[in-house]
């Protein structure tokens, strides 16, 4: 009778579909659809910034940023994924730093949430205030990701903004366009305060000329003669908003260039 309980157990394993080990826990539990590789007990764990406290940067908590600055925002508002928690910081450091590249589309696919919230919110926006055209809804037109340094690429071999805006691209049907370069390497900003964060991000970045006559020739085909340009910068975090700020601020002069307005606003995948 054993023998045959044995048999009847490899037998039910072997036609049972297999459940891989969660990529973020490593255990055998029951996926999730909606982020593949994850199971559902780590998915629900997930700290989504559903409803953000601050409604220029997005934070999930109380915003002393925000309400003590008195100098205008170059962007219209930044939103989050997640909070950053130990956990999140785990997930981020895998891919980020460890090379792990199996994070590129989950944490891509966390940012497309982010995305699919801002766009709603700015649709209901438009129509209380009656201003959204018939049939049409609000939608960004370009995608800029944050440059890293060449030093930064060397020693990483990719650009996790860039990686993220590329997933965001291929589901929304987004352009992406790398306007921005790096002009000198700032180090690592986790290790800073909020003022020399600031201080490092002032001369940071530059329009990038190697897509200049792109963007020229995008701006004339691709631009809406009825509204403003909606460009959106990605990268993974934000935390006092010094390099969001920095390049949303050659992205509104590079349009003023041309003669457009521009209305600049931010992804990242997580909000410290």
């Known amino acids: 009778m054993s023998s045959l309980f044995s048999w ?50 997005g934070r999930h908590v109380g915003c002393p940023d925000c309400t003590r600055s008195s100098e205008p925002s170059p962007i219209i508002c930044n939103r989050s994924a997640v909070a950053y928690t130990s956990v999140m910081r785990e997930w981020l450091g895998q891919y980020k730093y460890r090379g792990n590249e199996r994070y590129g589309l989950l944490l891509g696919l966390m940012l497309d949430r982010a995305y699919i919230a801002l766009k709603e919110e700015k649709r209901s926006a438009l129509l209380s205030q009656k201003t959204l055209i018939i049939h049409s ?53 986790s290790f800073k305060s909020r003022a020399e964060r600031i201080a490092d991000m002032k001369h940071a970045f530059a329009e990038n000329p190697a897509v200049t006559a792109q963007f020229a020739d995008w701006m004339k085909r691709k631009v809406p003669l ?41 992804l990242t995948w997580a909000r410290s």
Not at 16 to 45: F, H, M, Q
Not at 167 to 185: C, D, E, N, Y
Not at 242 to 257: L, P
Request: charge should be positive; aromatic fraction near 4%; hydrophobic fraction near 35%.
């Open 8 to 57: 009847l157990t490899k037998a039910q394993a072997l036609l049972s579909p297999s459940i891989t080990p969660c990529l973020t826990c490593g255990k055998r539990n029951p996926g999730s659809s909606p982020l593949p590789g994850v199971c559902r007990i780590c998915v629900e764990a997930i700290p989504w910034i559903s409803s953000p406290r601050c409604l220029k940067c």
């Open 226 to 266: 009825n509204r403003p340009v909606r460009i959106i910068i990605v990268d993974d975090i934000y935390t006092t908003g010094s390099t969001i700020r920095a390049c949303a601020d050659i992205v509104q002069q590079m349009g003023s260039d041309y003669g457009y307005r521009v209305e600049v606003y931010s």
């Open 137 to 189: 809804s609000w939608s960004a037109d370009l995608l800029v990701p944050v440059p890293v340094s060449d030093s930064r690429l060397r020693e990483r071999g990719f650009n996790q903004a860039e990686r993220l805006a590329d997933v965001l691209s291929k589901r929304r049907k987004i352009p992406q366009l790398p306007l921005l370069i790096r002009t000198h390497h700032t180090g690592k900003q």
